[in-house]
């Protein structure tokens, strides 16, 4: 079954605080990790991917798979007001043209 | 930066009308993709389309959807007969090749059916 959950939130912190944001999947097929920020009618925008387990870290944000628990995480540092969005987590098995599997996206309100 | 781009941004069209959709993807990329994301809902995967076909579809994409590379530059997706539950946005994407996962998409056409 191709699914990816994710709490859809949403989700309120302080300014400056750390953001944790996590997803599960059930496809032990799945490879590829992706983390994509979506503002309000607008597309998604990719943010980090990762492939396969481990971590991955770009500025204050960082990515983390746990393969041998199908769980998925990202975590932003020093949040900002700017950082206020819905994000979606979104896997897949990596072959060619396979499409992308998405949470339902969690909402990240940052409160100055 | 390149960029997918979409247009139009937003289109009306009552029930039972065809609908096309145009996305140009970035240049250099090669497989190509559209979503959909009804209110509220999962972006949705609905096919793929690679060397001039379609690579991968999923059950949402059934015989009312088309989609077509008429020329060196644009995606289209067809819808030929809109019902009400089209409605939604719908996103085209592409990435640059077979092995780099990184999907680019495009801002979405905010499909309304009436």
């Known amino acids: 079954q191709k699914e990816v959950e994710q709490d859809p939130g949403p989700l309120s912190v302080p300014e400056g605080a750390i953001v944790s944001l996590n997803c599960t999947y059930s496809?032990?097929?799945?490879?590829?990790f992706m983390w994509y920020r979506q503002y309000s009618r607008k597309g998604p925008e990719l943010l980090m991917y990762?492939?396969?387990?481990g971590n991955k870290e770009d500025g204050r944000f960082t990515a983390q798979v746990d393969k041998s628990s199908k769980y998925i995480s990202l975590f932003i540092r020093d949040s900002q007001p700017s950082d206020s969005a819905t994000y979606l987590c979104?896997?897949?098995?990596?072959?060619?043209?396979?499409?992308?599997?998405f949470g339902k996206g969690t909402h990240l309100i940052i409160q100055p | 930066e390149p960029e997918v781009t979409q247009t139009p941004s937003h289109q009306v069209t009552q029930m039972g009308q065809e609908v096309i959709l145009r996305c140009v993807p970035i240049s250099n990329h090669l497989y190509f993709y559209w979503y959909r994301q009804i209110l509220g809902q999962k972006v949705e995967f609905l096919v793929s389309f690679y060397n001039n076909e379609i690579s991968e579809k999923s059950e949402i994409f059934d015989d009312q959807f088309s989609v077509e590379r008429p020329d060196g530059s644009n995606f289209t997706l067809k819808i030929r007969s809109t019902k009400l539950e089209d409605s939604a946005m719908y996103f085209c994407?592409?990435?640059?090749?077979?092995?780099?996962?990184?999907?680019?998409f495009g801002q979405g056409t905010r499909l309304t059916v009436v």
């Open positions: 990762t492939y396969s387990s």
């Open positions: 979104a896997a897949n098995s990596g072959g060619g043209a396979d499409g992308l599997t």
């Open positions: 994407a592409s990435k640059i090749g077979r092995l780099n996962t990184e999907a680019f």
């Open positions: 496809n032990s097929a799945f490879q590829y």
